[in-house]
């Protein structure tokens, strides 16, 4: 095992990943960890809850936060819950990762860095998807006007979706990281449990293939999670909020719900590399996603 930790040279620290919703916060983290480990989709409000993504280097060892993207969708106590988990990390770590997409700034992205004008720890602003840009020429006068409007550590153009310039951001994230050991053994990947991580997986599934509306409005729990060995048994419920949604989910004789199961599941696999049986039912439970007793119990408690 490397040496991690002892050296008087090492530094480790937390660096969150922020921004409005839909510009590649997760797509970014799974890029440098080199693995699948937040779930995304093209539809806005995909991450819910604030995930750490340990990466382990000879010299440094980076904890990136995940977070859902911040929001203006008012009202409803899981909005209030997804934007919570956004902010409260603003003032907890080391290293700010303000992800915006290129050509597009928004009344959104003001107001995130409206957020950032009290923040002490120093932002880096990461432009995403610089390959969906027509015109290159576009980019150089995006940045500037960008740069006039906070004083940036770093600005650094990439594309998540392909990897482009990642090392740019992990080498300069680095730079910013006190010095200390590790905070995480070096095979750590995440603090969350398989268990979460498969029902995030099912949901992504359900973000992925349902309409526009229905993702917002649906949720995962997983009821039971038995290993023997050979075989993970999962079982798990999907809530939705009427008996439209639940038809909607299930599909004609079940074909839907069959299909987003049979999808999960092989996503679990790999992730586990192991052998799962899924079970999946769905429930209504009306109101959840406005109540905040019913949030907590869905896992939406406090972070
Ligand atoms: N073309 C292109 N698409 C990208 C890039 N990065 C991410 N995307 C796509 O943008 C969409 C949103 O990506 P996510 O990583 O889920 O975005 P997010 O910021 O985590 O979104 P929320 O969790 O909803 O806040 C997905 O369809 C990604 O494939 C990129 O560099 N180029
Ligand atoms: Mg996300």
């Known amino acids: ?6 050296s008087t040279s090492y530094r480790c620290g937390y660096a969150a990943i922020i921004g409005r919703p839909n510009v590649g916060k997760s797509t970014l983290l799974n890029h440098i960890l080199g693995m699948k480990l937040s779930i995304t989709s093209r539809k806005p409000q995909t991450t819910r809850h604030q995930i750490l993504g340990v990466k382990t280097g000879k010299n440094v060892q980076t904890i990136y936060v995940d977070t859902p993207g911040m929001h203006q969708r008012r009202g409803s106590a899981i909005n209030k819950y997804m934007n919570r988990a956004a ?16 050509g597009a700034w928004t009344d959104e992205d003001d107001a995130v860095l409206l957020r ?3 923040v002490s720890a120093p932002v880096i602003l990461v432009v995403n998807k610089i390959d969906m840009l027509n015109n290159k020429q576009e980019l150089l006068p995006f940045i500037t006007q960008l740069s006039s409007k906070f004083k940036f550590e770093e600005i650094i ?3 998540a979706v392909k990897g482009e310039n990642i090392n740019q951001v992990e080498t300069a994230v680095a730079k910013l990281l006190p010095e200390g050991a590790a905070f995480f053994p070096e095979d750590q990947v995440t603090d969350r449990s398989m268990r979460f991580l498969a029902a995030e997986i099912i949901r992504e599934k359900l973000v992925r293939e349902l309409g526009q509306e229905l993702p917002y409005t649906s949720t995962v729990h997983i009821d039971k999670y038995d290993e023997d060995g050979k075989l993970v048994r999962i ?10 949604q639940k038809a909607i989910i299930i599909g004609s004789k079940g074909s839907r719900l069959k299909s987003l199961g049979t999808k999960a599941r092989k996503d679990i696999e790999t992730m586990l590399d192991n052998k799962v049986y899924l079970n999946l039912w769905v ?11 019913a949030l907590r119990g869905l896992g939406y408690g406090d972070e």
């Open 116 to 118: 950032l004008e009290n």
């Open 157 to 159: 153009p990439v594309a």
């Open 283 to 293: 429930k209504v439970r009306e109101g959840w996603s406005n109540d905040e007793r």
């Open 87 to 102: 902010t409260s990390v603003l003032n907890d770590v080391d290293v700010l990762l303000f992800v915006v997409q290129a």
């Open 1 to 6: 095992m490397p040496e991690v930790g002892n």
């Open 235 to 244: 079982h798990a419920t999907i809530f939705v909020e009427s008996k439209g």
